[in-house]
């Protein structure tokens, strides 16, 4: 049976922590059991002619640079900063500085702890959720105390980042790394979906929902995208950012404008006594009519007219007219059934 | 699976340092320490003395328990590689402060609590150096409906009952009622779930939708409820709720958005055939009226009629 790949990787970082000079990809293929059971010591160890070894490679030696390239790459990931060394023979050797992997000096006291641990409960998605773990978990190799449940056993409350959309996490590791990427996406009221060319900014969650904002290749300008829209792949591409990244980024902001909270001006509305609590609570001035409804001034902005019509009979727009025409242009659609 | 290779990896490295240091270390405590179960800390002890920095050298880790206590005979044998924490990775930086950030910003933790995170937080960017970078392109805010949030906290330390009113958007009306509360959460909103003395049942209300508060003298008695599961998402049609269909053009797409369905069919003119349940379709009406000619209520006819209805004699009230 082949060896289990936690294996292999833990002995590939324990080599490469382990060791004080580079080692070279034969030396770690002719130590590792992993690569030995599977690719044998390599021709570079059978014949002893280091730099004729890529010359004469066979296809086990294809698949092991392979296997080591993504070894190298997944413990990259967790962390490990790798250093490729060339040795004045040519040939390249690897080796994880204990310096420049060491976790510097951190004390964190009980509190702290507990802080910390409540923090990294909150994410559901796996990428994320596994981090936070492996965050906690060296952390706690440094030394972090284990903290009474100080939450959990008063456990006010409760948070969850829902993360639901496919492309989260491609996403993510673009903006990551900074690298374009390429989706389809489907803006609110079109049918079809259309290609677009980003580069990745900051992915910014606001009341439950992912939103991507970066820089549109194509259109020249900033752009904010709702992930849940993004149809399709998510493809990153190995090419440079061509637009510098600006140190604030508005997600918040343009998230708020769709949504119709930026107020562009003041409706005056009547609503039937007793009804429309969510108009009333944003009015800025309220009075009674005395025939059982009430005349509201609310703030105006994009969006307002299909939250109105929701309330069917019990409002009614008295100005100004573009809102008055919206409303009553949805009433028809809906009246002729 | 590769994912679980790698955080098992991850894992094991941090748990060498952390032996090292604690000879005969209880399995239970250590598996508390890393918030995994027994089994799975068994399953990383059984790995451990497969590994060491080389195979030819015999130089493996000599870790073995009796299933009570874990001993390592060779702590020096693999050089002192092993002996330091290693740095945080980037995502695992990012992890932890987008979290400890949004977090922070929660009406419902207690000051001393934020103060910890706040310190704790510092003390990660420290440590993280330039991993921390990465952090910035993540942020998560949550809406905390502070005043009423903080109420119901306090409820909730306090063992108490509260009167609220509450708006519900599927009859346009407020209700007054007392509830038991249980407990908070954020899922995108925030969220109480309490026990309901109106409808003697458990409920969820969305903090946003409480127009008043009010703390009683009464203590809080809610019965053994089991809480709500919150990776299942909030919205769990029941199979038996009645089912609605609804046509949207391209312009009512969103709804597939906002609303749970059970299918979402194309049509040929780049609209969508919605396909839901509820337990209460006469609340859909809203959506009706919403959609305006951008879509339109297939089934139930009752619905269809009343958001009809509705239309009708809002027009009649502009003299149409």
């Known amino acids: 049976m082949a060896i289990a790949k936690a294996e292999r990787l833990m002995n590939l970082a324990l080599c490469l922590l382990g060791t004080r000079r580079p080692l070279s990809k034969r030396e770690l293929r002719g130590s590792i059991e992993a690569y030995l059971e599977a690719f044998g010591p390599g021709n570079g160890a059978a014949s002893g002619a280091e730099s004729g070894a890529a010359d004469n490679a066979t296809g086990s030696d294809d698949a092991f640079n392979r296997m080591f390239e993504r070894d190298k790459d997944d413990l990259r990931e967790l962390g490990l900063i790798i250093e490729t060394v060339e040795s004045v023979d040519g040939e390249t050797g690897y080796l994880a500085r204990r310096d420049s992997n060491r976790l510097p000096p951190i004390t964190l006291d009980v509190e702290e702890a507990a802080a910390l641990g409540l923090a990294a409960s909150v994410w559901q998605q796996a990428r994320l959720a596994a981090a936070a773990s492996g965050a906690l978990q060296k952390l706690r190799a440094a030394g972090m105390p284990l903290a009474e449940e100080v939450y959990g056993s008063h456990s006010a409350l409760e948070t969850r980042i829902p993360v639901h959309e496919a492309a989260f996490e491609p996403l993510m590791l673009a903006a990551r790394d900074r690298r374009p990427v390429v989706f389809d996406y489907r803006k609110a009221n079109s049918a079809r979906p259309e290609q677009r060319h980003v580069e990745p900014w900051t992915l910014e969650c606001w009341r439950g929902h992912w939103y991507l904002a970066g820089w549109d290749r194509d259109r020249k300008a900033e752009r904010v995208f709702r992930l849940s829209r993004i149809t399709g792949k998510v493809r990153s591409r190995g090419i440079p950012f061509t637009a510098p990244v600006p140190d604030h980024v508005t997600v918040r902001e343009t998230v708020e404008r769709w949504a119709g909270e930026t107020a562009t001006g003041t409706a005056r509305i009547k609503v039937r006594a007793d009804h429309g609590y969510p108009l009333r609570a944003r009015a800025t001035s309220t009075r009674e009519l005395g025939d059982g409804w009430d005349e509201l001034e609310i703030p105006y902005g994009h969006g307002l007219d299909a939250w109105l019509v929701e309330f069917g009979p019990d409002v009614v727009v008295l100005e100004p007219a573009e809102l008055r025409d919206a409303v009553l242009d949805r009433l028809r659609a809906v009246a002729k059934g | ?320």
Not at chain 2, 216 to 236: F, I, T
């Open chain 2, 1 to 320: 699976m590769a994912g679980n290779a790698i955080d098992q990896t991850r894992r094991m490295l941090s748990l060498v340092t952390y032996l090292r240091e604690r000879p005969g270390a209880r399995v239970t405590d250590v598996a508390r320490a890393f918030g995994i179960t027994e089994d799975e800390l068994i399953g990383d002890l059984d790995v451990l003395p497969m590994c060491g920095t080389s195979f030819r050298g015999g130089d493996l880790l000599d870790i073995d328990t009796d299933g009570d206590r874990i001993w390592w005979h060779n702590p020096d044998a693999s050089g002192s590689s092993t002996g330091e924490p290693l740095r945080l990775a980037a995502d695992e930086a990012t992890a932890l402060l987008v979290a400890a950030r949004a977090v922070a910003t929660l009406p419902g933790l207690r000051e001393s609590g934020r103060q910890a995170l706040v310190r704790a937080t510092a003390k990660i960017e420290a440590a993280a150096g330039e991993a921390a970078g990465a952090s910035s392109r993540l942020s998560v805010t949550f809406e905390s409906e502070g005043g009423v949030f903080a109420d119901v906290d306090r409820a909730i330390a306090e063992r108490r009952r509260v009167w609220i009113t509450y708006y519900s958007p599927a009859r346009d009306e407020l209700t007054e009622r007392e509830v038991d509360p249980i407990r908070l959460f954020v899922v995108g909103h925030t969220y109480m779930e309490a026990w309901c003395r109106l409808s003697e049942a458990r409920r969820t209300f969305r903090l946003d939708r409480v127009a008043e508060i009010r703390l009683l003298d009464e203590p809080s008695d809610p019965p053994p409820v089991e809480l709500r599961d919150l990776s299942e998402g909030l919205v769990q049609p029941a199979a038996e709720d009645p089912e609605v269909v609804i046509e949207v053009g391209p312009g009512g797409r969103w709804v597939a958005e906002y609303y749970p369905h059970d299918s979402a069919e194309e049509l040929p003119d780049g609209g969508l055939r919605i396909t839901l349940r509820t337990p209460d379709p006469a609340s859909l009406r809203r959506l009706a009226l919403r959609l305006g000619g951008d879509g339109r209520i297939v089934s139930p006819a009752a619905l269809a009629d009343s958001a009809r209805d509705a239309a009708r004699e809002a027009l009649a009230a502009y003299g149409e």
